[in-house]
């Protein structure tokens, strides 16, 4: 257990603090509620820990040899997660009413898991999990799928923290014109969150 301490204190910081996926599913919540955002949060834990468990079986090593890749892949995602703050900063002002459903396109299931494969820190987490907590023995890959298992256990609560936080800041959307400032605040933490990956 105890080589595992500095792992579960990585996965949790890595889960816990601000970045795009954290920012979407506080978004999300607050506009559809905890119960509709749990999937989305069991998707997005998993596609991170889908992500450790590939970047361990070779895909990292792929990746460290051939840099231009892995520079594409972040570019790609940096600009998908842009369009996505603008969709969101854009998007015209509706009051959340309690007794009526939110109408408008959801983030879903597959749409958070594969939210994983463009968001720069989750590569950046996965790279990170396996150089250095992997190690090099014989039972690496062994290593590695506990890793992973692990990951997606600790960043659930992480991630349904910040469900419970969008669930919180809905009370003060009631109207269109706080539920549209609320809206512009997401997408330019989105695009912080973003952006800062390049600096990391």
Not at 2 to 24: D, E, K
Not at 140 to 155: E, N, P, T
Request: positive net charge; aromatic residues 10%; hydrophobic residues 60%.
């Amino acid at each position: 257990m105890q080589p595992f301490l500095p792992f579960i204190l990585f996965a949790f910081v890595a889960s816990i603090t601000p970045g795009p996926t954290n920012i979407l599913v506080l978004a999300h919540s607050s506009r559809y509620g905890l119960i509709a955002t749990l999937p989305i949060v069991l998707s997005a834990c998993g596609g991170a820990a889908l992500l450790v468990l590939l970047v361990g079986t070779g895909l990292g090593d792929v990746l460290a040899r051939h840099g231009q890749i892995q520079t594409l892949m972040a570019w790609a995602g940096i600009a998908w997660l842009t369009w996505l703050a603008w969709q969101i900063f854009s998007a015209p002002a509706e009051a959340i009413n309690p007794d009526q459903p939110p109408k408008g396109p959801r983030l879903g299931p597959f749409g958070a898991a594969g939210l994983q494969l463009v968001n720069p820190k989750t590569w950046m987490m996965a790279l990170a999990v396996v150089s250095v907590f992997a190690g090099t023995d014989i039972d690496r890959m062994m290593k590695v799928m506990w890793l992973s298992l692990a990951f997606f256990l600790i960043s659930i609560p992480c991630m349904t923290v910040w469900a419970y936080l969008g669930v919180s800041a809905a009370r003060f959307c009631r109207s269109a014109i706080s539920m549209k400032r609320f809206n512009q605040v997401m997408a330019v933490l989105l695009l912080l969150s973003t952006w800062l990956t390049l600096v990391v």
